[in-house]
């Protein structure tokens, strides 16, 4: 019987209809926007199809797996598979690149390069979260920074070459580091393999793992972004044209922590046991640190920005939280935060288009000429403050139980991290309320020129923001729905990193953490013979 390649036509599918636009007759563009939109919509729909006819929720194996010699003479295949990691994320990035091609439907410079290089970092997208060989994934982490860096370059506002610019460096210097642990990987030990399942087998010397996780965390932190890594973010927010924030905070900053969840965890276990007290330092600053910066930017893109840096941090913690409760908080977090934060500068945009400025202080009172505006960002916002019945709180609960409740850590420890926590929670419905005020309440500013022409949302909008805001809602009054995807596969991994922890405690009798630190020790836990590490 003949498998059909549904991840391989998903994958290619926006990638080969990019290189037929150059052929299509189009002098306004018309014609490309549907087409761009006709393939995003289909690569969606084909997703959609392949994963309810063949793929069991109830499995944590890698599904619809597919495997082809690519260029054999340096090991690279083309095998990619999907399991509870993946699969949401896959379809998280097939509604927002879809709805992001809706967004660009005024887009009049060049729409040629723009929607070949939108379907272009779709592909790229899907293939870093399917790609099960390690060299197959860094080429596709690549792939996809092209594309932004013309869209922010070519597209974005006033500063927009700097913002690109600062992009590309750290994006693409961060790179370097996956291409070196990989090869690191690939040739360790006595065969040589690219293959990320027969990497995760392999055994590794303890100063090389830790060298190795430390290579791919600067690269993920680059990404997700992890502070002091994330500087690149507040300007690629800030410059680029809507529809690419809604792909740089829906997507690409998921790519990070899945990344993270995917290589550091599963593959590098034994690393893990001594970072996983880092990560959740680092979640604990990304939270409060980003909900700072948050409150005092002026620029509403970049309060937004330093937002998705403060939400970030809760996908640490659960990370590192060492339980499944934490870790499915951290992938719900990924994806609630990935419709919320593309809902807002979607909506920021639209703002942008009717008053011709993001200083919020240049705003003042538009509620009352664009009242389904304000309903849609109020609704958005009261969903990225973590407001119970939105995907955003359900999300931040399971990441706070899950390292309150984790056995793998001192009280001391976790009461810190919960505590400091708490206070990002508590500072950011302050930013996010505060910017409601000062761009749609009081008095309108007089040298505000409002776009008289078409001032609230357009249906179309309407039908962009609804698509967005309806699975926020659905998720955060019944979870399972997003939930199901991956419950089985969270608790493989959790229960995959606990298994190190009794070996790496007979191996390591004083913990690094307690000549350092009085606080992240590695406790007793109810796995089988796993002793306390600080002993």
């Known amino acids: 019987m003949f498998d059909f390649p549904w991840l391989t036509t998903i994958i290619l599918l926006p990638i080969v209809a990019a290189t037929a636009i150059p052929l299509i007759p189009d002098k306004e563009g018309t014609t490309l926007r549907w087409y761009g939109l006709g393939v995003a919509f289909t690569d969606f729909a084909l997703m959609i199809y392949a994963f309810w006819h063949n793929y069991d929720f109830q499995s944590s194996a890698f599904q619809l797996v597919e495997k082809y010699s690519w260029i054999p003479q340096i090991g690279l295949n083309w095998s990619v598979a999907v399991d509870g990691l993946s699969m949401p994320l896959i379809l998280l990035t097939g509604l927002i690149n879809t709805l992001a091609v809706f967004a660009a439907w005024k887009v009049t410079t060049k729409p040629r390069l723009f929607y070949a290089l939108m379907l272009v970092m779709y592909s790229a997208q899907i293939g870093v979260f399917v790609a099960q060989d390690l060299l197959l994934f860094f080429l596709m982490w690549e792939i996809e920074l092209v594309p932004v860096y013309l869209l922010i370059s070519i597209w974005g506002g006033e500063k927009r070459r700097y913002a690109a610019t600062k992009f590309i460096l750290y994006t693409a210097a961060a790179s370097i580091f996956i291409l070196v642990a990989g090869f690191a990987m690939a040739f360790s030990g006595d065969s040589v393999t690219f293959d990320m399942a027969?990497?995760?087998?392999?055994?590794?010397?303890?100063?090389?793992?830790?060298?190795?996780?430390?290579?791919?965390?600067?690269?993920?932190?680059?990404?997700?972004?992890?502070?002091?890594?994330?500087?690149?973010?507040?300007?690629?927010?800030?410059?680029?044209?809507?529809?690419?924030?809604?792909?740089?905070?829906?997507?690409?900053?998921?790519?990070?922590?899945?990344?993270?969840?995917?290589?550091?965890?599963?593959?590098?276990?034994?690393?893990?046991?001594?970072?996983?007290?880092?990560?959740?330092?680092?979640?604990?600053?990304?939270?409060?640190?980003?909900?700072?910066?948050?409150?005092?930017?002026?620029?509403?893109k970049r309060r937004l920005a330093y937002s998705s840096v403060a939400h970030m941090g809760f996908v640490l913690i659960g990370i590192a939280s060492y339980t499944e409760l934490g870790i499915s908080g951290a992938m719900l977090q990924m994806i609630s935060h990935g419709l919320i934060a593309a809902s807002l500068f979607f909506l920021s945009g639209v703002t942008y288009e009717r008053t011709h400025t993001?200083?919020?202080?240049?705003?003042?009172?538009?509620?009352?000429?664009?009242?389904?505006?304000?309903?849609?960002?109020?609704?958005?916002?009261?969903?990225?403050?973590?407001?119970?019945?939105?995907?955003?709180?359900?999300?931040?609960?399971?990441?706070?139980?899950?390292?309150?409740?984790?056995?793998v850590y001192s009280s001391s420890f976790k009461v810190v991290v919960v505590l400091l926590s708490a206070v990002g929670v508590i500072l950011t419905p302050i930013y996010l309320l505060s910017m409601l005020r000062e761009v749609f309440y009081g008095q309108q500013n007089e040298e505000l020129v409002l776009d008289a022409v078409v001032l609230d949302v357009k249906p179309r909008e309407l039908f962009i923001t609804a698509c967005l805001i309806l699975p926020i809602i659905g998720i955060g009054f019944y979870p399972k729905v997003a939930m199901q995807t991956y419950d089985v596969k969270t608790m493989q991994v959790a229960t995959h990193a606990r298994q190190v922890l009794p070996v790496v405690a007979q191996q390591q009798p004083t913990s690094l953490y307690s000549l350092i630190f009085t606080a992240p020790t590695l406790a007793s836990s109810e796995v089988p013979g796993l002793v306390n590490i600080a002993e």
């Not at 690629?236 to 997507?251: K, Y």
């Not at 000429?369 to 999300?395: D, N, R």
């Open 198 to 300: 027969t990497l995760g087998m392999k055994e590794y010397p303890k100063a090389f793992e830790l060298l190795v996780y430390v290579c791919f965390l600067i690269a993920f932190g680059v990404k997700l972004p992890i502070f002091p890594l994330h500087t690149w973010l507040p300007d690629a927010h800030g410059e680029a044209p809507a529809p690419g924030s809604m792909i740089l905070a829906g997507v690409l900053l998921k790519m990070g922590g899945y990344a993270l969840i995917r290589i550091n965890v599963e593959m590098l276990p034994n690393a893990h046991v001594y970072f996983a007290p880092v990560l959740a330092i680092l979640g604990v600053v990304n939270i409060v640190y980003g909900a700072c910066c948050a409150f005092a930017q002026t620029n509403l």
């Open 358 to 407: 993001l200083m919020m202080d240049k705003m003042g009172g538009i509620a009352k000429v664009m009242p389904k505006t304000f309903a849609l960002f109020t609704t958005a916002a009261m969903a990225s403050l973590a407001l119970p019945g939105m995907s955003g709180f359900v999300g931040e609960l399971m990441v706070f139980l899950g390292i309150a409740t984790s056995d």
